[in-house]
């Protein structure tokens, strides 16, 4: 018994390092993007840094206005949001499993609530990609806006869905073996 108990503590010492990585991550991702926004807000011209987008106009005559850019640039930071609250919920999920609540609403709630902000940073940044593709007018294919960070947070959201509906069958199975003791 007590080898499974640590086991679980491991796990979860293992995702608070998780985490904790990313979060520095994503402070670090819009620490940078911040500094971008506010080079371009300063001066009023592009920073020598290319553009965050996956929309590559670096070697092309597109013209985008400053104002265009710092609409963008505020709509990619806002959506990068999302992962700081998805990493948010998974902490809850995590604090609760280690209280021993396995089969709560709150479980299932905070899955649920992760994924949906995983997955609205996914299609946030497509979204905005799109939008950004469409207002520079280039040849490029949005299909070049596919990306591995896209793919991963797209399976990363489906992925808490799924625990969702786990731990909330899990719930529905505990109660009707409270039931039937």
């Known amino acids: 018994m007590g080898s499974t108990s640590k086991k679980t503590g491991t796990g979860i010492q293992a995702f608070n390092t998780i985490y904790i990585i990313g979060i520095i991550f994503v402070i670090g991702k819009l620490t940078d993007d911040l500094q971008w926004t506010f080079q371009l807000i300063k001066k009023w011209s592009l920073p020598e840094e290319p553009f965050f987008s996956k929309v ?3 070697n092309s005559d ?3 206005s400053i104002t265009a850019y710092l609409i963008f640039a505020i709509a990619y930071i806002l959506v990068f949001g999302f992962i700081i609250l998805g990493l948010y919920q998974l902490n809850n999920t995590t604090k609760l499993l280690a209280e021993k609540k396995i089969f709560q609403q709150e479980v299932s709630s905070a899955f649920k609530k992760a994924g ?3 997955l609205a940073f996914a299609f946030g940044t497509l979204l905005i990609d799109i939008a950004f593709l469409a207002w520079a007018k280039t040849s490029s ?3 070049d806006l596919l990306s591995t960070e896209l793919l991963v947070f797209l399976i990363l959201g489906y992925f808490m869905f799924f625990l969702a509906d786990v731990f909330k069958k899990g719930i529905s199975l505990q109660e009707e073996n409270e039931l039937t003791i």
């Open 56 to 58: 590559n106009i670096a």
């Open 62 to 64: 597109v013209q985008i």
């Open 141 to 143: 294919r949005v299909v």
């Open 116 to 118: 949906k902000s995983f």
